[in-house]
């Protein structure tokens, strides 16, 4: 009984959304992905560092979705091999520096104007990022346009609420490693 699902991983959207919304016909289905548009369109012939898993830079949603911007700027994939699962697992702040510093040190990702976080994890590190590339590298995460395409789907159905709603976490993983997780990210949320 729900309004709409919201499949807020680029992998999974990547390998399931299309399936999801044959399967959900009368469901709102939204995805996202890496937000490149708003970064490509950002600064004319920028340089955009796109950080994502490494499955989600080789499935070919991603691959399409970066040559269909490849004569408007220069868009170059950062596989983070461990990022995600660092954030998961509560990793220090020195220790997720030490890491992003490591993966962006090569002189292929030196110099960028824009970044995408191409993994909805990375949110959560985005001022480590910020610190770690300067002020004048701006940051986009999809999170901004998955958000207003889920309003605008459930305006389009008219299944938007027009007071306060509840939020339910479910996790087909570890209950308590999802409990850990929410509280040290989220502001504000305790879980039972």
């Not at 070919?60 to 700027?73: D, G, H, M, P």
């Not at 346009?145 to 027009?162: C, H, I, M």
């Not at 996790?171 to 490693?177: F, I, V």
């Amino acid at each position: 009984n729900v309004k709409a699902i919201v499949v807020a991983c680029n992998t999974a959207t990547s390998a399931a959304v299309a399936e999801m919304r044959k399967l959900y016909e009368d469901i709102a289905v939204v995805g996202i992905e890496p937000a490149v548009k708003p970064a490509v369109r950002y600064k004319k012939g920028s340089r955009v560092l796109v950080l994502a898993t490494p499955v989600t830079l080789r499935e070919e949603k991603f691959r399409k979705l970066a040559a269909s911007y490849e004569t408007e700027a220069e868009i170059i994939p950062v596989p983070m091999e461990k990022l995600a699962d660092m954030i998961e697992a509560g990793t220090g702040e020195k220790e997720l520096e030490s890491y992003i510093k490591e993966k962006l040190s090569d002189e292929k990702y030196k110099n960028p104007d824009s970044v995408v976080l191409g993994c909805t994890h990375y949110a959560f590190v985005s001022e480590i990022i910020s610190k770690i590339l300067g002020d004048k590298v701006k940051i986009f995460d999809g999170g901004t346009g998955v958000a207003k395409e889920t309003r605008r789907k459930l305006e389009e159905n008219n299944a938007l609420n027009s007071g306060e709603g509840s939020i339910v976490f479910k996790s087909s993983g570890d209950a308590e490693k999802l409990k850990q997780f929410a509280e040290l990210y989220i502001e504000g949320v305790a879980l039972i």
